[in-house]
């Protein structure tokens, strides 16, 4: 299956810091990348669809000025939060759909673990 | 109607048995169906999907079974092994539109030696 790498893998900030998170798709490319959070013991919970070249789209309840979203190429999507805080400590995964797939195949990245002190 | 509902939570197998995840939607705009399997602190990993279009979906030691008309669909897997312990994950997605994955709650799968 096609490759997707996040960095940095883990992560551990003070509270107020911003935290940017990268996610790269590595051998085809992807007009659409998702950014999902997950709590331990739970199920992924989509935040946002990023898309190359235009504004993301939020789920409902999720901050867009918190966590801003940046797709500028088709095999890079940047999560960005802003101001973090401990409540904000999560394991946070991407996934990138490969456009040439007549399926809706989605590969997803190995995660970042992020802590806020 | 967005939600996908999986079942059991937990599910403890022996070595070399059957083990057997359900799945329901509500949701008729569904079309894509993949399950994904994932270890303590990794990415989910595309294990099998499936579209609507066929009842059954066989790969490796890996089947989804699907019913359109009771919309549901599970996951089989043939002679567990120790090495399949992990977490396992059914979504659906619109075939059209964002066609964002919608996931189940997840299955903690422990396949005993």
């Known amino acids: 299956g096609a490759v997707v790498s996040q960095h940095p893998s883990r992560v551990i900030c003070k509270s107020g810091t911003s935290v940017k998170i990268e996610c790269r798709s590595l051998?085809?490319?992807?007009?659409?990348m998702f950014w999902y959070r997950q709590f331990p013991k739970q199920s992924l919970m989509l935040m946002a669809t990023s898309n190359e070249g235009s504004k993301a789209t939020y789920e409902q309840g999720v901050e867009k000025d918190k966590f801003l979203i940046n797709h500028a190429s088709l095999t890079l999507s940047t999560l960005t939060v802003t101001s973090a805080h401990p409540e904000d400590s999560s394991f946070y995964i991407c996934?990138?759909?490969?456009?040439?797939?007549?399926?809706?195949?989605?590969?997803f990245g190995p995660g970042t673990r992020l802590t806020v002190l | 109607q967005q939600q996908v509902k999986q079942s059991p939570q937990s599910l403890i197998v022996q070595k070399g048995g059957i083990s057997i995840i359900n799945c329901a939607y509500e949701n008729t705009a569904f079309d894509y169906f993949p399950w994904y399997q994932q270890f303590p602190g990794k990415g989910p990993a595309l294990l099998i999907a499936i579209r609507p279009d066929v009842s059954e979906k066989k790969e490796g030691r890996f089947t989804i079974s699907f019913n359109k008309s009771a919309k549901q669909f599970s996951l089989h897997i043939m002679d567990s092994q120790p090495g399949d312990s992990a977490t396992y994950f059914c979504a659906a997605s619109p075939y059209t539109g964002r066609r964002a994955l919608t996931f189940g709650s997840g299955t903690r799968l422990q396949v005993q030696p």
């Open positions: 051998d085809f490319q992807a007009t659409t």
């Open positions: 996934s990138a759909r490969d456009t040439t797939s007549r399926d809706n195949e989605q590969f």
